[in-house]
């Protein structure tokens, strides 16, 4: 059974950094493009960042650009979000995901696997 779990979610303030950390199990990702989703209340669910299967090409969208990277360390079936430069808008639940497609690209990540999801609250 393949199972995503994040953790390092948290409440901090703005400015303040976070890092999350998603472990994959049940397979191995090694091979497959990952990514991490947000969803704040009352929104729609968005991509946040996106990386492929060997960490060497990256998405993000504009609103976490200069602010956000996310990595990967294949060895540990694992993928983070580092989070810099909090806002309160930043404020969500943050999924990680994975595709089941091995090599495939990120322009149009459309993720197979997801995680429960970490809070993340940033207070003003």
């Known amino acids: 059974q393949v199972q995503l779990v994040e953790s390092g979610g948290g409440l901090v303030q703005a400015g303040d950094s976070l890092r999350l950390s998603c472990v994959a199990s049940g397979r191995t990702f090694s091979g497959n493009a990952m990514g991490w989703f947000r969803q704040a209340p009352g929104k729609e669910r968005e991509l946040v960042a996106a990386?492929?299967?060997?960490?060497?090409?990256?998405r993000y969208v504009d609103s976490v650009k200069g602010r956000f990277t996310i990595s990967r360390d294949n060895t540990k079936n694992t993928v983070y979000l580092q989070m810099n430069s909090l806002k309160p808008e930043d404020t969500a639940v943050y999924y990680c995901t994975a595709r089941a497609q091995a090599y495939s690209g990120i322009n149009f990540y459309t993720p197979d696997y997801w995680g429960q999801g970490t809070q993340v609250t940033v207070s003003s």
């Open positions: 990386i492929n299967w060997s960490g060497t090409t990256t």
